[in-house]
C-alpha cells in the first residue's frame, strides 16, 4: 500500500469490498463474484486489491473475519509494560515511521487553543479522503473524512481547540500528510489534549504495527488500571488518527470497539497492518 494519489481512488472500491466481504453473507464470495459487484474483470480487481492490501482478497477476506481480532489478541497481545523491555515499542509506529512528539502543556490545554495558529488542508489517503491539521512544531491533526465528509470532520477536529485560528492551506499540509503515509518518512506531532488523554496517546504510541492491545492494559500501563471507561474516551478522542494507533486497541473480548472514524477504516488497519507484518490468518 503506497498511499498514492492512484491508490487512493481505488480506497472507494476497497471500501464496498471490504464491506461486501465483511458481511455474514459475503465471506464466501468467490473472486469472480466479487470483482463483478465492483464493476471490474476479476485479474484486474484481484491486481489492484493485491497491490493496495499486499495480499489476495481471499486472504484479505479471511483477515476480515469477526474472529480475526480475537485471534491477534490471542497471537499478537502487547503488553505495555514489558514492551520496552523485548524491544517492542521501537517497532510500534506505523511503517517504522520515526516519530517524534511535543506535548503542549496543561497550561496551554486550558486555554482551549486561544493564540495557536493551525493550518488544515485535505489530501488523498490509503483509506481515502484524508483532513491534517498542524501548528508550527508539527502535525496536530489526522482524520478519514470518508464517513463523515469534510465540513463535519472539520468542525470535530475544530471543536477540539475552539479558541484556535484556523487557515486553510491544502500545499502546507501536503507534507505532513506525505509524511503520515509513506513508508520511512519522519513525523513530527504536537500533541494538544489534557494530561490523562496525553498519557494515553503515548501508550498508544508503544503498540506495534501488527499487533493490538487492551483498554486495561492501556489503563495499567499509565498507572491508573481502574480507568478503563476514562481511557476509552482518551483512545476515541485521539486527534492523530494511524500515526497514534488508536486503531490497536480492542476489547478484552476480542471485540474491535469502536473507531471515531468508523469501524470499516479500523478494520481495513488492522488487516493492512497483519498482512504487512506477515500475520497469518486462520484458514
Not at 499486499?54 to 491477534?72: C, D, I
Not at 503498540?207 to 491508573?224: D, F, K, L, Q, W
Amino acid at each position: 500500500m503506497t498511499g498514492s494519489t492512484e491508490d487512493s481512488y481505488y480506497w472507494p472500491i476497497m471500501r464496498r469490498a471490504i464491506d461486501r466481504l465483511d458481511a455474514e453473507d459475503g465471506r464466501d464470495l468467490t473472486l469472480a463474484e466479487i470483482a463483478e459487484e465492483m464493476n471490474l474483470a476479476p485479474a484486474h480487481f484481484q491486481r489492484l486489491f493485491s497491490r493496495w492490501v499486499g495480499v489476495s482478497p481471499k486472504r484479505f477476506q479471511q483477515y476480515l473475519t469477526l474472529g480475526h481480532a480475537k485471534r491477534l489478541l490471542d497471537s499478537r497481545f502487547t503488553t505495555l509494560a514489558t514492551a520496552d523491555a523485548v524491544g517492542l515499542s521501537g517497532a510500534g509506529r506505523l511503517h517504522d515511521l520515526f516519530v517524534r512528539w511535543e506535548a503542549m502543556s496543561p497550561g496551554e490545554y486550558a486555554r482551549r487553543g486561544a493564540g495557536l495558529e493551525i493550518t488544515y488542508g485535505y489530501g488523498a489517503g490509503p483509506f481515502g479522503r484524508m483532513l491534517g491539521l498542524a501548528t508550527p512544531r508539527g502535525l496536530c491533526g489526522l482524520a478519514f473524512t470518508e464517513e463523515t465528509g469534510d465540513a463535519a470532520a472539520l468542525a470535530d477536529m475544530q471543536s477540539r481547540w475552539p479558541d484556535a485560528v484556523y487557515s486553510r492551506d491544502d500545499a502546507a499540509l501536503a507534507p505532513h500528510l506525505h509524511a503520515a503515509v509513506t513508508q520511512g518518512a519522519e513525523s513530527e506531532l504536537h500533541l494538544i489534549g489534557a494530561p490523562f488523554q496525553i498519557k494515553v496517546w503515548e501508550a498508544l504510541l508503544s503498540i506495534p504495527s501488527g499487533h493490538v492491545t487492551t483498554y486495561g492494559e492501556i489503563a495499567a500501563r499509565i498507572g491508573n488500571p481502574k480507568a478503563v471507561r476514562a481511557v476509552g474516551t482518551a483512545v476515541g478522542r485521539n486527534p492523530i488518527s494511524w500515526l497514534i494507533p488508536c486503531h490497536r486497541a480492542v476489547r478484552k473480548s476480542g471485540g474491535l470497539g469502536g473507531y471515531h472514524w468508523g469501524l470499516p477504516v479500523k478494520r481495513a488497519m488492522l488487516a493492512v497492518e497483519a498482512a504487512q507484518t506477515g500475520f497469518a490468518p486462520a484458514e
